[in-house]
């Protein structure tokens, strides 16, 4: 049966390397169906649809998403990331965020290997707050961050699970700032040590936020899986990618582990409207992101032999990157 796949190219360079992906996905041999939405800046600005209600159903059928990225300078900065992105991380239940981190930070010679996971659908994000007397010099705002005992659980209880998976060290560390933000630092920590208990066979750990991005960049090679809240999570996996080989190599997955619906998957660079057309976007971010898809969907044979070939990728422009993955992939 081939995996109904709906991608969503989006924007700028996002249809660019979005076609690379799939090129790379068929030539591993997946069986794959895919359906076109147009959704993003573009089309926000030709007819004033982010996502409906209506296409948001249709989303539901599929087994995966793929998405390039979305945004045009256009359209004012939060429309199209709360409208689209946020709305199917809360909407769908894509309560994890994975980011892969494989690369040798800058003054090291040994790679790192290492995967954050962000709780994806808590904490600040959820617009919870609001402002009184604004614009005037009494203005007051607040933005609170709701963390539920369940949600912190099953992202936490996620990070054991891959740690016993994946081919590493077998250890979970908890970023968190406990020491300041005790209310939800507490709620973190037990539910973190009740979970542990549950995996003696897992080590474990804590940082304090603060702490962990000079560990990022000094001592990358302690960390096998991070667990965390979606702001910490949100600002050091961008500090992950910097220390892995940056923005052109950057994955992730937006996951539904209860699989209630599809999972997204998207390369965490944006729409980059300052090369498109030029074939300078490097597209693996977009191809390693279709390899956790893969991963996902149980097509972990041919998820392994895309990341083999993306270590080959060499330079080139968009096209060519993706077509070298596509051949060395292809066997
Ligand atoms: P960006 O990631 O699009 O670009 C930042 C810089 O990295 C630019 O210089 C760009 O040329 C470069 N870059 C990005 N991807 C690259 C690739 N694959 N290969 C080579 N170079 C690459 O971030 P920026 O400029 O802040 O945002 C541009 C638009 O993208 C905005 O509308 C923003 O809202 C949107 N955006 C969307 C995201 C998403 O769809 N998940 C994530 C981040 C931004
Ligand atoms: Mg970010």
């Known amino acids: 049966m081939a995996h109904r796949i709906a991608v969503i190219g989006g924007d700028g360079i996002g249809p660019e390397v979005t076609t690379e992906a799939l090129k790379v996905v068929r030539a591993a041999g997946v069986d794959i169906d895919t359906t076109d939405f147009d959704l993003g800046g573009s089309r926000y600005l030709r007819d004033g649809e982010i996502l409906s209600d209506a296409t948001l159903a249709q989303l539901r059928d599929f087994d995966a998403i793929l998405l390039g990225a979305v945004g045009t300078p256009e359209v004012p900065p939060g429309v199209i990331e709360r409208g689209l992105l946020l709305k199917m991380r809360f909407d769908l239940d894509l309560y994890v965020n994975q980011r892969p981190f494989v690369g040798t930070a800058p003054g090291h010679s040994a790679p790192h290997d290492f995967v954050v996971i962000r709780e994806n659908t808590e904490g600040p994000y959820v617009g919870e707050g609001g402002v009184l007397r604004k614009g005037t010099p009494h203005e007051v705002a607040t933005q609170g961050s709701v963390n539920t005992r369940m949600g912190a659980e099953r992202a936490i209880r996620y990070a054991f699970e891959l740690a016993v998976k994946r081919d590493g060290a ?100 944006g729409s980059a409207p300052d090369i498109v057309g030029t074939g300078k976007a490097n597209p693996t971010a977009a191809i390693l992101s279709a390899a956790l898809m893969l991963d996902f969907l149980g097509e972990h044979d041919a998820a392994d032999r895309i990341r083999t070939a993306c270590d080959q990728a060499g330079t080139g422009s968009t096209t060519e990157i993706g077509s070298r993955i596509a051949s060395v992939v292809a066997g």
């Not at 300041?180 to 936020?209: C, I, K, M």
């Not at 619906?261 to 660079?269: C, D, I, K, L, R």
Request: charge should be negative.
């Open 170 to 269: 077998k250890h979970v560390t908890l970023v968190h700032k406990t020491n300041v933000l005790t209310f939800a630092g507490d709620l973190w920590q037990r539910a973190f040590n009740d979970v542990a208990a549950e995996y003696p066979g897992v080590g474990t750990a804590y940082n304090h936020v603060d702490a962990a991005c000079i560990y990022f960049v000094q001592d990358p090679h302690r960390y096998d899986v991070v667990v965390t809240d979606n702001l910490f999570g949100d600002i050091l996996t961008d500090l992950g990618g910097a220390v892995s080989g940056g923005i052109g190599l950057a994955s992730s997955a937006n996951l539904n582990p209860a699989r209630t619906g599809p999972s997204m998957f998207e390369p965490v660079h």
